[in-house]
């Protein structure tokens, strides 16, 4: 059974940055596309950033473009999540997770597979 294991979040000033991290077990990370999600208190989960594959295609939710990144390193089995410029609305639950064989609606929860536990972000103002 896969797991994913997210780690990086933290208290941090609106302006300062993380760096979400996800460390995923097994032999098959690189076959498949994987996601950052994130939940705030009292809302639904949102899609906040998905990448292919290989690494090369890359999709954000329009309120994070040009402050979030995300990448990943198959041969450390690890996405990663580059915030900078934080912001108060920021604050969630930041997750990991991986996409099903064949996904192509990137904000569709029913399209991921697995999820990791969760890392909380907060921003303060």
């Known amino acids: 059974q896969v797991q994913l294991v997210e780690s990086g979040g933290g208290l941090v000033q609106a302006g300062g940055s993380l760096r979400l991290s996800c460390a995923a077990s097994?032999?098959?990370?690189?076959?498949?596309?994987m996601g950052w999600f994130r939940q705030a208190p009292g809302k639904e989960r949102e899609f906040v950033a998905a990448?292919?594959?290989?690494?090369?295609?890359?999709y954000y939710l329009d309120s994070v473009k040009g402050r979030f990144t995300i990448s990943r390193d198959n041969a450390k089995n690890t996405v990663y999540l580059q915030m900078n410029s934080l912001k108060p609305e920021d604050t969630a639950v930041y997750y990991c997770?991986?996409?099903?064989?064949?996904?192509?609606?990137?904000?569709?929860?029913?399209?991921?597979?697995?999820w990791g536990q969760g890392t909380l972000v907060t921003v303060s103002s």
């Open positions: 997770a991986r996409y099903r064989v064949g996904s192509s609606n990137w904000a569709n929860v029913e399209y991921l597979e697995v």
């Open positions: 990448i292919k594959r290989s690494g090369i295609n890359r």
């Open positions: 097994g032999r098959t990370f690189s076959s498949y596309d």
